[in-house]
């Protein structure tokens, strides 16, 4: 009996034992059932290699997917979304078409900017300026130079053949000469600032350093933005003022191609106005002016109504730079010549009045009209010449 009793407390136990194992076994398979939810994390995180297809290219209608479709043979391949990019599509955009024409559009399409490949627009403008304007036009500045530096040298400063006769001949009003100093003050400015800004990263950026560079850079930008505007007034001021001397006359051509004489050292006669000078004013003050004037307003945004989209400044840009070159080119020989070119002709500007021997060995025409009694000897109100001329009075024809 007693071992009968030990017997089925045994086996009591082993019962009680298999239930307890079996307990947490089955909790932990609930468990397993029913886990945790994980974190979400965004973007591809992996990607099985035997499900993307690297051969997708050879199937019909590859290069036509868009980006949904790719995505499905070859995750995280974006090509069709960067070649809409590319294209120049533009996407959406909540900014308004008046404020933004541009928005949503990242590249531009594809143009052919003369002397450009055929390109995106942007790319094609930049070839434009860094391939041609800059070298050519660089270049075509320093001949200039060079030419007129190298005349000097073997002419010197034109003379006058005849000693001066103290009679001075008002050339230039006070008003004439007011016009021509603000245009020329102007002219002046705007030529350092956009050389500078043109060329200077060029010889400048490497003496100068990076720092003193940009804030040079900056100022003679603001500095050739504020004087733009006043050298379109006061070119229209010189138009206006000097048209009426400077219409085409007899003996202009004969002057052109006798080169004026300054090879021979025999000037050609002339009006007040000689061809060379003609020529300045209507291809320099009129053509290139209107044009350097009217692609500066439009990079200036400063023309209404006008939709202002990167084509449309790339554009003026270049119409800009090139005016700009050739009219430089033609001033600087004006400028040469009105200054240590010429004996006389920096003062005629600077005190309006030049000396009769002045008047006949270079405008012999218009010193015979003087002294006709055709054109006035003192054309302005004031009574006595300016500055040096006060030490003789103007001679009355």
């Given at each position: 009996?007693?071992?009968?009793?030990?017997?089925?407390?045994?086996?009591?136990?082993?019962?009680?034992?298999?239930?307890?194992?079996?307990?947490?076994?089955?909790?932990?398979?609930?468990?397993?059932?029913?886990?945790?939810?994980?974190?979400?994390?965004?973007?591809?995180?992996?990607?099985?290699?035997?499900?993307?297809?690297?051969?997708?290219?050879?199937?019909?209608?590859?290069?036509?997917?868009?980006?949904?479709?790719?995505?499905?043979?070859?995750?995280?391949?974006?090509?069709?979304?960067?070649?809409?990019?590319?294209?120049?599509?533009?996407?959406?955009?909540?900014?308004?078409?008046?404020?933004?024409?541009?928005?949503?559009?990242?590249?531009?399409?594809?143009?052919?900017?003369?002397?450009?490949?055929?390109?995106?627009a942007g790319e094609a403008w930049r070839q434009v300026r860094n391939q041609w304007i800059i070298p050519y036009g660089g270049s075509l500045l320093l001949i200039v130079a060079g030419a007129i530096a190298l005349?000097?040298?073997?002419?010197?400063?034109?003379?006058?053949?005849?000693?001066?006769?103290?009679?001075?001949?008002?050339?230039?009003?006070?008003?004439?000469?007011?016009?021509?100093?603000?245009?020329?003050?102007?002219?002046?400015?705007?030529?350092?600032?956009?050389?500078?800004?043109?060329?200077?990263?060029?010889?400048?950026?490497?003496?100068?350093?990076?720092?003193?560079?940009?804030?040079?850079?900056?100022?003679?930008?603001?500095?050739?933005?504020?004087?733009?505007?006043?050298?379109?007034?006061?070119?229209?001021?010189?138009?206006?003022?000097?048209?009426?001397?400077?219409?085409?006359?007899?003996?202009?051509?004969?002057?052109?191609?006798?080169?004026?004489?300054?090879?021979?050292?025999?000037?050609?006669?002339?009006?007040?106005?000689?061809?060379?000078?003609?020529?300045?004013?209507?291809?320099?003050?009129?053509?290139?002016?209107?044009?350097?004037?009217?692609?500066?307003?439009?990079?200036?945004?400063?023309?209404?109504?006008?939709?202002?989209?990167?084509?449309?400044?790339?554009?003026?840009?270049?119409?800009?730079?090139?005016?700009?070159?050739?009219?430089?080119?033609?001033?600087?020989?004006?400028?040469?010549?009105?200054?240590?070119?010429?004996?006389?002709?920096?003062?005629?500007?600077?005190?309006?009045?030049?000396?009769?021997?002045?008047?006949?060995?270079?405008?012999?025409?218009?010193?015979?009209?003087?002294?006709?009694?055709?054109?006035?000897?003192?054309?302005?109100?004031?009574?006595?010449?300016?500055?040096?001329?006060?030490?003789?009075?103007?001679?009355?024809?």
């Amino acid at each position: 009996m007693k071992n009968f009793l030990c017997s089925m407390a045994l086996l009591a136990g082993l019962a009680w034992g298999t239930a307890g194992a079996q307990a947490p076994a089955s909790a932990q398979a609930a468990s397993a059932a029913t886990p945790a939810a994980a974190p979400a994390v965004g973007g591809i995180q992996g990607q099985n290699i035997f499900q993307v297809k690297p051969d997708a290219s050879e199937e019909p209608g590859y290069a036509q997917q868009n980006n949904g479709e790719r995505a499905k043979v070859q995750p995280g391949n974006n090509a069709p979304m960067w070649r809409q990019v590319g294209e120049g599509v533009t996407g959406y955009s909540s900014l308004p078409k008046s404020q933004a024409p541009e928005a949503g559009n990242l590249i531009q399409p594809f143009v052919q900017y003369p002397g450009s490949r055929v390109t995106n627009a942007g790319e094609a403008w930049r070839q434009v300026r860094n391939q041609w304007i800059i070298p050519y036009g660089g270049s075509l500045l320093l001949i200039v130079a060079g030419a007129i530096a190298l005349f000097y040298w073997r002419k010197g400063t034109m003379q006058l053949h005849g000693a001066e006769t103290g009679r001075k001949i008002e050339r230039f009003t006070p008003f004439e000469r007011s016009a021509h100093w603000a245009n020329a003050i102007a002219f002046v400015a705007l030529a350092i600032s956009g050389l500078v800004m043109a060329f200077g990263k060029f010889f400048l950026l490497p003496i100068l350093g990076g720092t003193l560079f940009g804030w040079l850079a900056y100022a003679l930008k603001n500095l050739h933005n504020f004087a733009g505007p006043l050298f379109a007034v006061s070119l229209v001021i010189v138009f206006f003022t000097f048209l009426k001397d400077n219409f085409p006359r007899r003996g202009d051509l004969t002057w052109l191609l006798k080169g004026g004489g300054m090879l021979s050292g025999t000037e050609v006669p002339s009006h007040r106005f000689n061809a060379g000078e003609k020529l300045v004013f209507w291809g320099g003050v009129l053509f290139l002016g209107a044009i350097v004037v009217a692609s500066g307003l439009v990079l200036d945004k400063l023309i209404p109504g006008l939709i202002y989209e990167r084509g449309t400044m790339q554009i003026a840009h270049m119409v800009h730079a090139v005016a700009t070159v050739v009219m430089m080119v033609m001033f600087m020989g004006h400028i040469y010549l009105g200054t240590i070119g010429m004996q006389g002709a920096y003062k005629a500007m600077k005190t309006g009045y030049v000396d009769e021997t002045w008047a006949r060995e270079h405008h012999q025409l218009w010193y015979d009209d003087v002294k006709a009694g055709k054109i006035p000897s003192q054309r302005s109100s004031s009574a006595e010449p300016a500055g040096e001329a006060a030490a003789a009075k103007p001679v009355q024809a």
